[in-house]
C-alpha cells in the first residue's frame, strides 16, 4: 500500500487516468451533443472502430499523424450523414438503426484490416507535449500538463461545448429541439437541419475520438474499442448531459481503470480478485446511474422522430 | 398507413443489419501461422476445416490452414464460422459428404462435436486447441505446451533486466495465456528476477494493456512480455520507452522490430502429422497432442533485429535443451 | 340570412373557396373566411368541424386543393410555419409551444436571428419582453425557466411570442380551455387592446358564453363547411349550438324541483398524499345527499382528480379518513365492495380506466358485472341475455355503433362515454362520481349526458360532479363546491352561485376562514 502512495506512482497512475480517459471524452461529449437534439446514437462505438481503422492506415501508408486525423474526420462525416438520413428523414428507429451502424463499423474495420493490414504494425503515435511553465512544477506537471494534443483538446471542448449550448443560438435551437421539437418547429426553427447538424457534430467528435485511440496505442485491431463507444454513451447518462458532469464520469472511469491496474502491477489486489477488479469500472458506473436515476431527466424528445401533424 | 412505412424501415434496416452481420462473420482471429519443416505427408484421406474466422486472417484460422497445406494436403475449408451453430451444421455436413479427416479449429466447437462425432464412428475429428478429446475415440485434441516457451523467454528476460523487475500483460486468468505467463515467471524468477503479472480482464483491450504496460514501467520493470490479442497495445509501449518485449502465440517482431528479442510460435502440422500416422494405422482418434519444444511443434524464433547478447542467446539454447531432455522442469 | 358583417377595418386576411380532403374525408370544403384588422373574428364549430384544418392551411402545414389565401390584398403562398412568421401571422397553440427546461426569454428568441451573429442575443431580447409586457399588461419574467410558471402565465408567454415577432393577425386556439374565469377576463382585456392597435385575431373557441362576450364576428362550421356567419347582438348561444350541431340544442337541462333526502355519501376528514408526494387533498369534509348534484368547481390540478379516485377506491386515503356510503363505512372497503354498496364511478380518463379500447361494446357494458348471475352461470358467459341486456342499453342510451361488437376503440368520444355511462348508470347507484363527463364531447353528446346525469339525481342519487367545465358545473348542480389547493374553500347553493364569485374562489379570493357544510 505505501508503495502506491508514493507522490510518483500516484502522479503516474492520473497521467494513465488522463489518456484513458480521453478517448471516453471526446466521443462522449459528442453524444451529449446529439443527444441534447434528441437523437440518441448507439453507433457510435462503430463509428471510432471505422474511423481509428482509417486513421491507422493512413498512418501505416502516409507516416503523416494529420492526415490520419482528417481520415478519421472523413468517417465521421459520411457515417453521421448516414445515420442522419435514416434516423431523421426517414424517421427510422433510433435505437436499431445505432446498433446497425455499430455492427457495419466493427465489421468492415475488421475486414479492411484483415484484408489491407493483416499483422498488426505499430505506427507514429501521438507526441506528448509539456505546456510551458506549467509542465516543469515538480511531480504534478508531468502527470497534468504533459500529454498529446488531442487529450488537451478533448479537455477543452468541455467549457466549448458548454458554451456552444449555453450561449449561441445554434445551441439554442439543439436544446429546443431535444426538449420540444414541435415548439421549435412553429417557431421556424427546421427540427431536421439541426438534428442534421447534432448528429454530424456526434458522429465527428466520436471519430475524432477514435483517432485519439488508435494513435495514443500507436497500432490497431480488429475490435479496438472494446465496446468504449458504449460506455461513452452511458457517461452521457452518468453526465446528466452538461459537459462538465461528461467530463466528471469520464476521469472517473480513467482513473480507476488506471488505478486498478497499478494496483494490480504492485500486487496489491490479489491475482484471484484480478477479474472481479477489472469490473470495477463498469459496475460504479451502474452504481452511480442507479443513484443518478429518477433525479435527472433525458431531453424529453430524445429516441423520438420528429413528424408534423 | 404510418405503421406500414414504419414496419418497411424496419425491414429494410434488418436487411442491412444481416448483410453487416455477415461481413462481421467473415472476420476476426487471434493466433499466427507459422512456417514448420515437416516432410510432405503423401497421405490419401480426405481433409476439411471448419474454422471462427478467415483462412488468410495471418493469425489463429490461417495457421491450421498454413499447418495443413505444409503437409502437402489441399483441405476443404469453411471459415468465418464464428457462430457456433453454423460451425457445427459445416461439420456434420462434411463428415456425411464422407470426408475422412474433419478439423474444428475452436475450443468452441467442442459441445457441437460431442454430439456429432458419435454419428460418425469411421471420421476422424480433429479439435483443438483442447487438452483432452471427451472421451471420445474418433476425436484427437490438440493444444500447445506454452509453459515451456514462456519458461525459455523468462531464462531470457532475466539476464536482460538490470532492475531485476519484470512485467507480464495477461488478458484473463484463463487458457494457454495462464500456461505462457506461469511457465515465464518460473523461467524469469530461476534467473533471479521479480516477476510482477498483471490480467487486465480483457482479451481485446488494447488501451488497458497499454497503461497495464506503464503500470510496471512505473513500477521499475525494465522488461516486458504478454499474451493474447490485445498485447499489441504494450508491445507500443515497450517500442516506445525501448524496453525488450517477449512474444508468444505469434512472431511478434513486426510490431516491434527494434525491442522483440524472441518470439514462441506454434507449427500444429507436427502434431498432424503423428494423427495422420494413427489414422491410417487404424486408430481414428481418442488422443490429445501437445506441440512442444521436443516436437519441434513449439520453437522460440529469435528477432534477427535485437541486439541479444551472444551468452544470453547461448543460455536460452541451452534451456530448451534442458526442456527436452528433462533435466529443466518448465511444468506449473 | 344574416346580414353583412360590420366594416371595422381593410380586410387583412382573405381565405376564398379553401376545400381539402384527406382520404374519406372531406376536411374543409369551399370555406370562405376573413378577417380585418382590428377585430376578433371567432371560428367555432365542434372537434372535427374544420377549424384546425382551416388554420393548418394558413400556417402553411398543408395545402388547400381549392382556393386561395390573401394576406392584406395579395395573394400569397405560405408553406411552412415560419414563411407564416415572417408575414406576421402569429398563433397560440391550444397545447403550448414551450420549451419547459428554457427560460423565458429563451423561448421567446428561438428561431429569430440574432443580432450578435451566432451568439444569443437574451439581454436584448429580455429588455424588448419587459416593454412589450408593460404596453400590452403581459406580466412576464424574461429570465425564469418556463417549467416554474403558472399555465396563464405560460399563455402570456406565447401571446409575447407572436408580439415579439410583431403579428398582425393572432389566431387562439381554444385559448381559455386552461385558464380561470378571472384569467379569461384578463385575456380578454389584453386581446381587446390588441386589437385596438388594429391586429386582428382569430378567436377558436367552443365555449359559447366567451365567444359571444369577445368576438365581433363569429364563423360556425360544421363538417367541413361554413354553417354560418354572424354577429354576438343577432344570435344566441342556444342560436350558435345548433349551427354547431345542425338541430335545436338544450344547453342547461330543465331541473325540476326535487327534495333531497338523507346524506347518502358522507366524507369526514378526507386527506390523501397525490403523486408529487404533497398532500393534494386536505381535510376535506362533504356530504352528498340524494337527488342532489354535488358539484365539484376548481382549476385543475386542486385535488379534485385525487378527491374522486379516493372515493371510487383507486387511492388510498390517509388514516383519519372516514367515507359512508348509505351510513355504511366503505373508506376500507375494495372498489367491488364499494360497487356492489351502490357505488358508480365515471372516471376522468375514459379510455384508461373507463373502458378496454379493444373490447366490444357489450364486453366493455358487462365489464364490472360480467361474474353476475345475471350473465353467467358456473363461470361460463351467457350470450343471450348478454346480448338482449346490451341492445337494450344501447338502444336507451343512444350510442351510435354499428353493433354491440364493435370495438369500443372505433367509436367517438362521445359514444364511448355513453358506452360507460350506460354501465354505469343501469345499475341504479346510491351515489355517483362522475368527473369530466363530457370532456372532448360532442355537443350533441354533452346534451344528451346532462339530461341522464339529472334524471339519475331526479330518481334519488347522490351525484358528486367533478368538472373543469364552469358551464357545466353551474348548469347541473344544486350546491357547488369549490376546491382550491386541496380544501373545499367554499359550498355555494345553485342560486346563489355566479361565474364571477365561484371564479374568485376557483383562483384562491375567499375569506381566511373555509367554509364548511
Redesign the interface.
Known amino acids: 500500500m505505501s ?1 502506491f502512495l508514493t507522490l ?2 500516484i502522479m ?2 492520473i497521467a ?1 487516468g488522463i ?2 480517459a480521453t ?1 471516453y471524452l471526446i466521443a462522449a461529449l459528442g453524444e451529449t451533443v446529439g443527444q441534447r437534439s434528441g437523437v440518441l446514437n448507439l453507433g457510435v462505438d462503430g463509428v471510432m472502430q471505422l474511423s481509428a481503422f482509417f486513421a491507422y492506415w493512413t498512418v501505416l501508408e502516409t507516416q503523416n499523424l494529420i492526415l490520419g486525423v482528417l481520415a478519421a474526420l472523413a468517417v465521421g462525416l459520411i457515417m453521421g450523414l448516414i445515420y442522419a438520413v ?1 434516423t431523421v428523414s ?4 433510433q435505437g ?2 445505432g ?2 451502424i455499430f ?2 463499423g ?3 474495420s ?2 479492411m ?2 484484408r489491407q493490414v ?5 505506427i507514429k ?1 501521438l507526441q506528448e507535449y509539456g505546456i510551458p511553465f506549467l509542465s516543469d512544477i515538480p511531480q504534478v506537471g508531468p502527470a497534468l500538463f504533459e500529454h498529446n494534443l488531442l487529450t488537451y483538446a478533448a479537455f477543452l471542448m468541455v467549457p466549448i461545448v458548454a458554451w456552444v449550448m449555453r ?7 439543439v ?2 429541439v431535444g ?2 421539437p ?8 427546421s427540427v431536421a437541419r439541426t438534428r442534421y447538424a447534432a448528429i454530424l457534430i456526434g458522429n465527428t467528435m466520436a471519430a475524432i475520438a477514435g483517432a485519439a ?1 488508435v494513435l ?4 490497431f ?4 474499442t ?1 465496446g ?1 463507444g458504449f460506455i461513452a454513451i452511458a457517461l452521457v447518462y452518468f453526465g446528466a448531459w452538461r459537459p462538465v458532469g461528461v467530463m466528471g464520469g469520464a476521469l472517473l472511469y480513467g482513473l480507476v ?2 488505478t486498478v ?2 494496483w ?4 496489491i489486489i490479489p ?1 484471484s480478485a ?2 472481479i ?3 470495477a469500472p463498469a459496475v460504479l458506473t451502474i452504481i452511480a446511474l442507479v443513484v443518478l436515476a429518477g433525479r435527472v431527466r433525458p431531453p ?1 424528445a430524445l429516441t423520438r422522430p420528429f413528424t ?1 401533424h | 398507413m404510418n405503421n406500414k412505412r414504419k414496419s418497411l424501415s424496419i425491414m429494410r434496416l434488418l436487411a442491412l443489419l444481416l448483410s453487416l452481420a455477415m461481413v462481421a462473420a467473415a472476420c476476426g482471429g487471434s493466433d499466427d501461422a507459422g512456417g514448420g519443416s515437416v516432410a510432405e505427408s503423401d497421405t490419401d484421406l480426405t481433409f476439411a476445416i471448419v474454422a471462427p474466422s478467415a483462412s488468410d486472417d495471418l493469425a489463429f484460422t490461417q495457421s491450421m490452414v498454413d499447418a495443413v497445406k505444409a503437409l502437402g494436403i489441399e483441405p476443404q475449408i469453411t471459415d468465418g464460422t464464428f457462430v457456433v451453430e453454423e460451425a457445427a451444421s459445416a461439420i456434420r455436413g462434411y463428415a456425411d459428404d464422407g470426408v475422412n479427416v474433419v478439423i474444428a479449429h475452436g475450443t468452441q466447437y467442442g459441445a457441437s462435436l460431442a454430439e456429432i462425432a458419435p454419428d460418425f464412428p469411421d471420421t476422424t475429428f480433429i479439435w483443438g486447441t483442447a487438452t483432452d478429446t471427451q472421451g471420445l475415440d474418433n476425436v484427437f485434441a490438440y493444444y500447445p505446451e506454452a509453459n515451456e516457451g514462456g519458461y525459455v523467454n523468462g531464462v531470457m528476460a532475466a539476464a536482460l533486466t538490470n532492475s531485476g523487475v519484470i512485467g507480464v500483460v495477461g488478458p484473463v486468468e484463463a487458457g494457454d495465456a495462464v500456461a505462457y505467463v506461469n511457465g515465464f515467471a518460473k523461467g524469469a524468477e530461476a534467473g533471479g528476477a521479480e516477476v510482477n503479472i498483471t490480467y487486465t480482464g480483457s482479451f481485446g483491450d488494447v488501451a488497458l494493456a497499454s497503461e497495464a504496460a506503464q503500470a510496471h514501467l512505473t513500477n521499475n520493470a525494465d522488461v516486458l512480455t504478454g499474451s493474447a490479442q490485445m498485447v499489441v497495445g504494450a508491445v507500443t509501449v515497450a517500442t516506445g520507452e525501448g524496453v525488450p518485449w517477449f512474444g508468444t502465440q505469434a512472431n511478434q517482431t513486426p510490431m516491434g522490430p527494434d525491442v522483440v528479442v524472441a518470439s514462441q510460435v506454434y507449427h500444429w502440422e507436427v502434431v498432424l502429422e503423428q494423427m495422420i500416422e494413427e489414422i491410417e494405422g487404424g486408430t481414428l482418434g481418442g488422443k490429445a497432442y501437445a506441440v512442444t519444444l521436443e516436437n519441434g511443434g513449439l520453437e522460440i524464433e529469435y528477432n534477427d533485429g535485437f541486439d541479444l547478447p551472444d551468452d544470453v542467446k547461448a543460455k536460452a539454447e541451452e534451456t530448451i535443451a534442458g526442456i527436452i531432455d528433462g533435466s529443466i522442469d518448465a511444468g506449473v | 340570412m344574416t346580414p353583412p358583417p360590420p366594416q371595422t377595418g381593410p380586410p387583412l386576411l382573405e381565405m376564398r373557396g379553401i376545400t381539402k380532403r384527406f382520404p374519406g374525408v372531406i376536411a374543409n370544403q369551399d370555406v370562405d373566411f376573413d378577417v380585418r384588422a382590428g377585430e376578433v373574428h371567432t371560428l367555432l364549430g365542434e372537434n372535427g368541424a374544420g377549424k384546425s384544418t382551416l388554420m393548418k392551411i394558413l400556417f402553411g402545414l398543408y395545402q388547400p386543393e381549392e382556393g386561395e389565401v390573401l394576406l392584406r390584398g395579395e395573394p400569397i403562398d405560405i408553406t411552412s410555419p415560419s414563411e407564416a412568421i415572417d408575414a406576421r401571422v402569429g398563433m397560440v397553440h391550444q397545447h403550448f409551444m414551450l420549451v419547459p427546461t428554457m427560460t423565458v426569454a429563451e423561448n421567446v428568441a428561438l428561431g429569430i436571428k440574432s443580432d450578435r451573429g451566432p451568439l444569443t442575443d437574451l439581454d436584448a431580447v429580455s429588455e424588448r419582453i419587459r416593454e412589450i409586457s408593460e404596453a400590452h399588461g403581459l406580466a412576464v419574467d424574461p429570465d425564469v425557466e418556463v417549467w416554474r410558471l403558472s399555465v396563464g402565465e405560460r399563455q402570456r408567454i406565447e401571446i409575447v411570442k407572436a408580439l415579439f415577432r410583431d403579428a398582425e393577425l393572432l389566431v387562439l386556439d381554444e385559448p381559455t380551455a386552461v385558464l380561470t374565469p378571472q384569467e379569461v377576463d384578463d385575456l380578454f382585456v389584453i386581446l381587446r387592446r390588441m386589437t385596438e392597435e388594429g391586429r386582428g385575431i382569430i378567436f377558436i373557441s367552443h365555449k359559447l358564453h366567451e365567444v359571444m362576450a369577445l368576438s365581433d364576428r363569429i364563423t360556425v362550421l360544421r363538417n367541413g363547411r361554413v354553417t354560418g356567419h354572424t354577429v354576438p347582438a343577432e344570435t344566441s348561444r342556444e342560436n350558435l349550438a345548433e349551427m354547431m350541431v345542425g338541430r335545436a340544442v338544450k344547453l342547461s337541462p330543465h331541473r325540476p324541483d326535487v327534495t333531497p333526502g338523507a346524506p347518502r355519501l358522507k366524507i369526514r376528514g378526507l386527506s390523501v398524499v397525490g403523486d408529487r408526494g404533497t398532500r393534494a387533498v386536505d381535510q376535506v369534509d362533504l356530504d352528498v345527499f340524494g337527488g342532489e348534484i354535488l358539484g365539484i368547481a376548481g382549476v385543475s390540478g386542486n385535488g379534485q382528480r385525487e378527491l374522486a379516485e379516493v372515493v371510487a377506491g383507486l387511492r388510498k386515503p390517509e388514516p383519519g379518513t372516514s367515507i359512508e356510503l348509505d351510513g355504511q363505512a366503505i373508506d376500507s372497503a375494495s372498489t367491488r365492495e364499494r360497487r356492489d354498496l351502490g357505488l358508480s364511478y365515471v372516471p376522468e380518463e375514459r379510455m384508461r380506466d373507463g373502458a378496454i379500447g379493444d373490447f366490444t361494446v357489450s364486453e366493455n357494458i358487462i365489464l364490472v358485472d360480467h361474474g353476475s348471475e345475471k350473465f353467467s352461470a358456473s363461470g361460463l358467459l351467457n350470450f343471450g341475455a348478454i346480448k338482449d341486456h346490451c341492445n337494450k342499453l344501447v338502444e336507451q342510451f343512444a350510442v351510435k355503433t354499428p353493433s354491440i361488437e364493435t370495438p369500443t376503440s372505433s367509436l367517438s368520444g362521445g359514444n364511448i362515454q355513453k358506452v360507460i355511462m350506460a354501465r354505469e348508470l343501469s345499475a341504479g347507484p346510491a351515489v355517483l362520481i362522475a368527473s369530466q363527463p363530457t370532456r372532448g364531447v360532442d355537443i350533441g353528446s354533452a346534451e344528451y349526458i346532462h339530461e341522464r346525469l339529472v334524471e339519475q339525481r331526479d330518481r334519488g342519487t347522490a351525484t358528486l360532479l367533478i368538472s373543469e367545465d364552469l358551464d357545466e358545473v353551474l348548469g347541473l348542480s344544486d350546491r357547488i363546491a369549490v376546491m382550491f389547493e386541496g380544501r373545499v374553500v367554499a359550498i355555494v347553493d345553485h342560486d346563489d352561485a355566479t361565474r364571477e364569485g365561484i371564479g374568485l374562489l376557483m383562483a384562491g379570493v375567499f375569506d381566511e376562514e373555509p367554509a364548511t357544510t
Open positions: 508503495e510518483t506512482v503516474a497512475t494513465s489518456r484513458l478517448p435514416v426517414f424517421h427510422a428507429t436499431i438503426s446498433i446497425g455492427l457495419f466493427l465489421g468492415f475488421d475486414l484490416f484483415q493483416g499483422t498488426p504494425r505499430p503515435q450561449s449561441t443560438t445554434f445551441g439554442m435551437n436544446r429546443a426538449e420540444n414541435q415548439a421549435a418547429d412553429s417557431l421556424g426553427v485511440l495514443q496505442l500507436g497500432i485491431q480488429p475490435n479496438l472494446q468504449l481503470n488506471a491496474l497499478q494490480k502491477a504492485q500486487g491475482r484480478s477479474d477488479a477489472a469490473m424529453s408534423r
